[in-house]
């Protein structure tokens, strides 16, 4: 496994950037790896490029520290890609990676190819803040630092109630809580805590759900319209997805929100039974077993379709 110690030393200067349209464990993966740097390596400089995370994450000291790729041209002598599956989804930090001296990829999207020089890769680990704190000196991570990374693992876990959460994420999340982190406010403030529009987004899309597949499965779709009316973007619609997928009986949901004239951002998450990686794979996303994402065009029938055909064949699969 990669040392963060011994690649960081005598490094002049460090990006750190992550996926479009930050989550959780992105946000907490570059936050954290910040106050690592900024903390253990004075002489380094380390910067965050990162499309403008939700304000929630502004809990985390760090997030200050986050800027907004601007076109300008710069080399840096290492650049660190944490929970980003692929080149392209760096967004507009693609081109700090392209031209630095080093590249390093944390990930653990079953998805990734491994596009970077050096990569650190574990599918089987519950978020990208889980590999990071393996590659770190535990006790050189600064109560800032544990903060942020412990956000990332709650997050990407669902505050350690999804499959993906093993004896091994919660020993590294019990070394991060001991560090005297305030965990119970991170988790208010980030994870559970909704605006009122939030609120009224989600039970839109509640009420206007439609069971498939003999009730295992679930979908609900946010038009563009929705969100213009209710004053809500992207970012509001998070935690949607999960919550479909916790109706009775359901095996796998499905969301979709609309980002252009018949297109739409598709999230998938499961239970026990669909593996949603494979389906979003076959439609050119990814992600985990039990959560994936893709973006595709069509109507919105045909795509539920598509979909829930491949669904419904790997329920097959699984009976037989």
Known sequence: MIQFDRELQGTGAVAIAGHIRPDGDCVGACVGLWNYIQDNFPHTKAEIWLE?????????DGFDAIRTPDGEKRE????????????????GAAEYFDSAKKTICVDHHISNPGYADVNE????ASST??????????????????AALYTGIAHDTGVFQYGCTSPDTMRVAAMLMEKGIPYTYILEETFYKKTYL????????????MLI????????????K????????????DGIVSQLKLTEGVEAAIFLYQTGNMEYKVSLRSKDR????????YFGGGGHKRAAGVSMKGTFHDIVNNLALHIEHQLKQEKQ
């Open 52 to 60: 403008q995370p939700d304000k929630k994450f502004a809990v985390l």
């Open 76 to 91: 840096y002598d290492l650049f660190i890609a944490v929970d980003c599956a692929a080149h392209d989804r760096l967004g």
């Open 121 to 124: 890769i574990d599918p089987d």
């Open 129 to 146: 803040c889980e590999v990071l704190c393996r590659m770190m000196d535990a006790g050189k991570i600064s109560v800032k630092a544990a």
């Open 198 to 209: 939030q609120n009224q987004i989600l039970g839109k899309a509640l009420l206007e759900s």
């Open 213 to 224: 597949l003999d009730g295992k499965g679930i979908v609900s779709l946010v038009k563009q």
């Open 226 to 237: 929705d969100m213009d009316f209710f004053g809500v973007t992207s970012a509001d619609l």
């Open 274 to 281: 669909v593996d949603v990686n494979a389906v979003a794979s």
